[in-house]
């Protein structure tokens, strides 16, 4: 017979593995209960027996009659025995049709089986009862029927089987609904998954804002699948950027040869041929260079490297770099440190950071202006600030300057391949940096480092 899914789930496998140990284990408690119940009614019904036949022994002949036929009028429910008997064994007194076989004299409780007589016939019955001899020789039984035990044991039964069955058939209805509902969130993750395969890269994982590791998960998920979105996006642009900067240098040079091969008729003409089209080829390879090393950083194999950078001596190197280049563009440059700082990191790769930075700002900054390169000290943070006096960059263009091959129609005719701003994001990424770009009139980037030390 073929079974649901849902039961061949492990969730309603564990939930029936969970109402089989609750059973056993209420079925146990259950029993222990019954158990102490019944050992304390037992030593209370015994203490009360051998009080009755210490009172009954204690008095004379006749009252002792009376006690005992007063003793069983009052036992309105027929479970008190009593009987005295000669020295010969003959009754005198009582309930009792003879001397209970097999019990002891002048001994502790037992649990007995006695003849009790009846309006219709004698009666076996298992009671408790104790016997004690009389100063003038006669025996005294007192006796009595521990009913409460068995009662106590129906109602137990009754419990278990009122209480234990449904709380069985919970367990099993909860773990088929828990089972089902699983069942469904996988199906549907499942369809979607299937949709994102099938090339829907704006599909994402349900989740809800609940502390619920499923939950959780999706968002973890859904968040890869947005970090990936933004990649193939990115990538999806990349062939045609890489084929329209290459085109252009190459196309240059193409055309000098050409043209050079055609016109030129002295060595000198050829030399300056020769050199037109090998700087055209250079800016080809300028632009491979840089996209193998923004592989190189954004697989993050550099981070082995890491040990602990000073950044007042790293960006003291940067500015004895980049002062003459500034000077010759009449750009007063200008480095500020209040702090001895440091940070962990690849000391190569942040140089290339702050000089990708620095060069940026010397490059679209005006003659007559100012750069300005400067180490803070923050909340449990460094900044590193880079600041000049050019164009600036808007609003509009703090994430577009970010991507590859990305030009500002500003800077159009300014030299450069668009990757220098992607390189500094991809190192201050694999650094676990942040890179903040200040809109408005003048240039402004920082570079921001948590948990760095004074040097």
């Not at 007589?117 to 020789?137: C, F, H, Q, S, Y």
């Not at 089902?180 to 099938?198: F, K, L």
């Not at 750009?331 to 690849?346: K, T, W």
Request: glycine content about 8%; hydrophobic content about 45%; overall charge neutral.
């Amino acid at each position: 017979m073929h079974q649901p899914q849902f039961m061949r789930s492990n969730t309603f496998r564990w939930a029936l593995a969970v109402a089989g140990v609750l059973a056993v284990f209420v079925t146990v408690l259950f029993g222990f209960i019954y158990w102490k119940t019944d050992d304390y009614l037992i030593a209370r019904s015994d203490r009360m027996i051998a009080s009755q036949l210490n009172y009954i022994a204690g008095l004379s002949n006749e009252r002792q009659l009376e006690a005992i036929d007063q003793h069983l009028k009052q036992d309105s429910r027929g479970v008190q025995y009593a009987g005295l008997f000669g020295a010969d064994g003959h009754k005198i007194a009582g309930n009792l049709v003879r001397f209970p076989p097999g019990l002891k004299m002048n001994d502790s409780v037992q649990g007995i089986s006695v003849v009790r007589m009846l309006p219709a016939a004698p009666e076996t019955r298992r009671i408790r009862a104790i016997a004690k001899l009389t100063p003038n020789g006669d025996a005294l039984v007192i006796g009595r029927e521990v009913d409460e035990a068995m009662e106590i044991s129906h109602v137990v039964s009754q419990a278990l089987a009122l209480g234990l069955l449904p709380a069985l058939c919970l367990c099993l209805l909860a773990g088929a609904w828990l089972s089902m509902r699983a069942q469904r969130r996988v199906e549907e993750v499942n369809q979607r998954v299937q949709r994102i395969i099938a090339g829907d890269l704006s599909e994402r994982l349900p989740h809800r804002d609940v502390d619920e590791p499923f939950s959780k998960l999706a968002a973890i998920v859904n968040g890869m699948l947005d970090e990936m979105e933004t990649m193939i996006h990115a990538l999806a642009g990349v062939g045609n950027d890489i084929a329209h900067d290459l085109r252009t240098p190459l196309t240059r040079a193409r055309l000098t040869l050409e043209r050079g091969r055609t016109n030129a008729t002295t060595l000198e003409q050829l030399q300056a041929v020769a050199d037109k089209a090998i700087g055209n080829i250079d800016q080809s390879l300028t632009i491979i260079t840089a996209l193998l090393r923004l592989a190189e950083i954004e697989n993050s194999r550099r981070s082995a490297a890491f040990g602990t950078v000073l950044l007042h001596e790293m960006m003291r190197e940067v500015c004895d770099i980049y002062e003459p280049i500034a000077e010759n563009k009449n750009i007063d440059l200008r480095v500020e440190m209040r702090h001895r700082l440091s940070v962990r990191g690849d000391r190569d790769l942040l140089f290339e950071a702050v000089a990708n930075l620095v060069d940026n700002a010397i490059k679209f900054t005006p003659e007559g202006g100012k750069v300005g390169i400067e180490l803070l000290r923050g909340d449990h943070e460094t900044v590193v600030r880079v600041t000049d006096t050019g164009c600036g960059i808007s609003e509009q263009e703090r994430d577009a300057v970010l991507r590859r091959f990305y030009r500002s129609d500003k800077i159009r005719n300014t030299p450069g391949v668009g990757l220098g701003l992607n390189l500094v994001a991809a190192i201050v990424k694999l650094h676990g940096f942040r890179l903040a770009i200040h809109s408005g009139r003048g240039g402004r980037l920082e570079i921001i480092c948590p948990d760095s030390r004074q040097a």
